[in-house]
């Protein structure tokens, strides 16, 4: 076995990086000619082109090789990471103990017989200090082949220089990727003895697109999503707590249903017949209530072919919870306690700051009426007026209307305007008409209605939940005249499912239901703006010259 350094026999490594580099092969031509396509293409968007710093870092790749090093090694073995190190040098006496930690190189300064860099983990950023007469000959010319965007592991002793930086004195250096393609490269500067960036690589779109280079160079991007993972293990905790059961369901479904979409369909082949990606969990977890288990929730991806917006992409995150023997009053609670120990569990506080505005979200949150807020803030009873009338306020306040468009969406698209953007600090919205809520179980005090909410927070919406609607009779009815809808042109209408109302027939005990979009939760608490913000690989437009499998 070799240590960090040593050389190997390349006799195999040629060969196989010959394959590999042969191996990227476009439609058009050689791994060379895909090269020269990408530096045209680039030269067509504006972009200065990468080829001859490629064409270097390959030369320089060729070079390691000759030089008996593996440039791509399967492993090293590190005793720190950048923080840990960190920690322990500041809490610990000096020693000649060796450490090894390994990152990529970031920051390279000097020249000549020594250099000091920078290499960075997952965690953060640590000095290390390569010279000559301690490393020896061969490994410092495998040394000035390096380039930054390089992964290395180095070995050494730990020692402050004389601005009292801690640094590792390289003994050891393995290269552990020599990276083909240069970073963009931010500028830096030290402003008052703290390190300031100068971020070059600020186009939204092209950091969405090229994820991976957000998070290599920006690590405030890195800080939204290790905020994500402890949002969502918040959400399990908070609900394994009290009882709740995490339930896996069917992505692939022969029937859609729970939410007004358009799906995505697909075909299984062996079985010769169309299937849909799941639009929501919540015809399957009623199922279970119907079967025994009286709390359940998932946290799923669920997919919705609609358009894309800073609030809205295809696939997306959903958590949904049922409770037997509850009604959305329940629910209420629910929402208002998850949300507001989430935010103090990720945050350290239930007050938070979100694009410039101070939000409370400590129970209990603000009630209004839909209804009543749509006759307060448009000047018209939603309850008794024509839905000629809704039409004609809906289009005053710019509303968008599709010819066709039923009552519960006009009704909808006067409260989104009218509305939904005065309500900043949390408030559920309670108590839609029936025409917009299939699923949900009629208002126990006027029957137009229905017994749900949805909590809006800084003028958007972050979940929705019933007293779900168990009477079967009802139920039946209701899809029924989905089903109506969707044969007059209504493509977002729900679909009968014969099966989930034969299961309503076996019966289902009272039950309050919740669904809480997690990426729009993620964004509030994250003060992110937009959707894309919060989900690593966002869906793009193809971009020109990198687009999907060819289906011929």
């Known amino acids: 076995m070799t240590r960090s350094g040593d050389k190997v026999n390349c006799g195999f490594l040629d060969t196989f990086f010959t394959f590999v580099y042969n191996f990227g092969r476009a439609k058009s031509g050689s791994y060379a000619n895909f090269r020269v396509q990408e530096a045209e293409?680039?030269?067509?968007?504006?972009?200065?082109?990468?080829?001859?710093?490629i064409e270097q870092r390959l030369k320089k790749l060729e070079a390691i090789k000759e030089l008996g090093y593996n440039p791509y090694p399967y492993r090293f073995e590190t005793t720190h990471s950048t923080t840990s190190l960190r920690d322990a040098f500041e809490t610990l006496e000096p020693t000649n103990e060796e450490v090894s930690i390994a990152g990529r190189l970031v920051v390279v300064r000097g020249h000549g017989k020594a250099a000091f860099a920078d290499i960075r983990d997952g965690?953060?950023?640590?000095?290390?200090?390569?010279?000559?007469?301690?490393?020896?000959?061969?490994?410092?010319?495998?040394?000035?082949?390096?380039?930054?965007?390089d992964f290395v592991g180095v070995t050494g002793p730990v020692f402050r220089t004389r601005t009292d930086e801690m640094t590792v004195e390289v003994h050891q250096l393995q290269?552990?990727?020599?990276?083909?393609?240069?970073?963009?490269?931010?500028?830096?500067?030290?402003?008052?003895?703290?390190?300031?960036?100068?971020?070059?690589?600020?186009?939204?779109?092209?950091?969405?697109?090229?994820?991976?280079?957000?998070?290599?160079?920006?690590?405030?991007?890195?800080?939204?999503?290790?905020?994500?993972?402890?949002i969502v293990s918040s959400i399990r905790s908070f609900l394994d707590e009290r009882g709740f059961l995490e339930v896996e369901t069917p992505v692939l479904q022969p029937i859609y249903g729970g939410a007004s979409a358009r799906p995505f369909t697909t075909h299984h082949n062996t079985l010769d017949m169309q299937l849909y990606l799941r639009i929501s969990e919540e015809l399957y977890l009623k199922r279970l209530i119907c079967g025994g288990f009286e709390r359940v929730y998932g946290v799923s991806k669920v997919f919705r072919n609609e358009g894309i917006d800073s609030t809205h992409n295809p696939e997306f995150t959903l958590m949904e919870l049922y409770q037997a023997y509850a009604d959305y009053g329940d629910m209420m609670k629910i929402t208002e306690s998850l949300v507001s120990e989430v935010a103090q569990s990720v945050t350290g506080s239930m007050t938070i700051e979100y694009q410039?505005?101070?939000?409370?979200?400590?129970?209990?949150?603000?009630?209004?009426?839909?209804?009543?807020?749509?006759?307060?803030?448009?000047?018209?009873?939603?309850?008794?007026?024509?839905?000629?009338?809704?039409?004609?306020?809906?289009?005053?306040?710019?509303?968008?209307?599709?010819?066709?468009?039923?009552?519960?969406?006009?009704?909808?698209?006067?409260?989104?305007?009218?509305?939904?953007?005065?309500?900043?600090?949390?408030?559920?919205?309670?108590?839609?008409?029936?025409?917009?809520?299939?699923?949900?179980?009629?208002?126990?005090?006027?029957?137009?209605?229905?017994?749900?909410?949805?909590?809006?927070?800084?003028?958007?919406?972050?979940?929705?939940?019933?007293?779900?609607?168990?009477?079967?009779?009802?139920q039946r009815q209701r899809l029924e005249h989905q089903m109506s809808l969707k044969a007059e042109g209504d493509d977002e209408a729900q679909v009968m499912d014969d099966d989930y109302v034969r299961a309503l027939e076996h019966g289902m005990p009272p039950t309050g239901g919740l669904g809480i979009g997690i990426d729009r939760l993620v964004m509030l608490l994250t003060d992110s703006p937009s959707i894309r913000d919060v989900i690593l690989f966002p869906h793009m437009r193809p971009e020109e010259g990198f687009g999907a499998i060819d289906s011929e």
């Open 123 to 149: 965690e953060g950023r640590f000095q290390i200090y390569v010279k000559l007469d301690i490393v020896g000959k061969d490994t410092f010319a495998l040394w000035k082949l390096l380039d930054i965007g």
């Open 175 to 230: 290269v552990l990727c020599k990276s083909i393609r240069p970073l963009p490269v931010p500028k830096e500067e030290v402003v008052d003895g703290e390190r300031v960036i100068h971020d070059q690589f600020a186009d939204k779109e092209l950091r969405y697109r090229r994820r991976y280079l957000d998070l290599a160079l920006n690590p405030d991007v890195r800080y939204v999503f290790r905020k994500r993972s402890a």
């Open 356 to 474: 410039g505005q101070t939000i409370d979200l400590s129970p209990p949150w603000d009630r209004i009426s839909m209804l009543d807020a749509i006759s307060d803030k448009a000047g018209i009873d939603a309850r008794t007026a024509e839905d000629a009338d809704l039409k004609k306020v809906c289009e005053r306040l710019g509303g968008e209307v599709e010819d066709g468009a039923n009552r519960g969406q006009l009704i909808d698209e006067i409260f989104d305007a009218a509305v939904a953007p005065g309500l900043v600090q949390p408030t559920f919205v309670t108590d839609y008409p029936i025409e917009m809520s299939p699923l949900a179980k009629r208002h126990r005090d006027e029957d137009r209605l229905t017994e749900r909410f949805e909590p809006f927070v800084c003028g958007g919406e972050i979940g929705n939940a019933f007293s779900e609607l168990n009477d079967p009779i009802d």
């Open 41 to 53: 293409l680039s030269k067509q968007e504006g972009e200065a082109p990468e080829s001859a710093l």
